[in-house]
C-alpha cells in the first residue's frame, strides 16, 4: 500500500506518508485510528467486521480490551474527520458488526519510480512526516528545537 493516496471529500490518505490531510494541511490523528481509517478506505462501502479490526491491530496473542480500543480508535476518526455518527459522511456504523467507510473514495496512484524502487525521501521530508503522524505541526515555531 505504501505510495498510495486516497481521497474523498476534501481529504487525502497518504498511505506512503503515513499522513490524513483536510484541504491540504495535516490532520491531527494518532497512529492507531489512522491504521483502523487506512484499513476502511481499502475496503470503501465494505463492512469491515469488530474482529477484523481487532485481528489487523492488534493481532490474535494480544491481551488488551479491544472492544474499547475500537471505540475509542472509532471515535478519534470520526473527530479527525468531523463526521457525525447519527448521520455519518464517512463512517457508518452497522451495529454489534462493525463499520463502513461511505464516503466516494478515490485512489490516486503514484506513478512508479523509473528504477521500479520505492521512493527516497530525505531525512527532512521523514522527519516532517513523522511529526504529522505524531500530530506535531512540522511548521509550529514551538516544535523547533
Keep these: 500500500m505504501q505510495g ?14 503515513f499522513q490524513l490531510c483536510r484541504r491540504g494541511k495535516p490532520v491531527r490523528i494518532e497512529t492507531l ?14 463492512l469491515v467486521t469488530r474482529e477484523q479490526i481487532s485481528d489487523r491491530l492488534w493481532g490474535k496473542d494480544i491481551f488488551v480490551d479491544v472492544e474499547q480500543g475500537i471505540n475509542t480508535a472509532v471515535r478519534k476518526i470520526r473527530r479527525a474527520l468531523r463526521d457525525n455518527s ?14 463502513r467507510f461511505v ?8 506513478a512508479p519510480t523509473p528504477s521500479g524502487h520505492a521512493a ?13 503522524a505524531a500530530g506535531i505541526d512540522p511548521n509550529d515555531p514551538k516544535t523547533d528545537s
Excluded at 498510495?4 to 506518508?17: A, N, Q, T, V
Excluded at 527516497?120 to 504529522?132: D, H, K, N, P, S
Aim: proline residues 5%; negative net charge.
Design 4 to 17: 498510495k493516496k486516497f481521497r474523498f471529500l476534501e481529504f487525502e490518505l497518504d498511505f506512503g506518508r
Design 33 to 46: 485510528p489512522l491504521q483502523l481509517l487506512m484499513l476502511l478506505i481499502e475496503n470503501p462501502g465494505q
Design 86 to 99: 447519527s448521520q455519518p459522511q464517512y463512517l457508518q456504523t452497522v451495529v454489534g458488526r462493525g463499520y
Design 103 to 110: 464516503a466516494l473514495v478515490e485512489e490516486d496512484r503514484e
Design 120 to 132: 527516497v525521501f530525505t531525512g527532512e521530508e521523514l522527519g516532517r512526516a513523522v511529526m504529522a
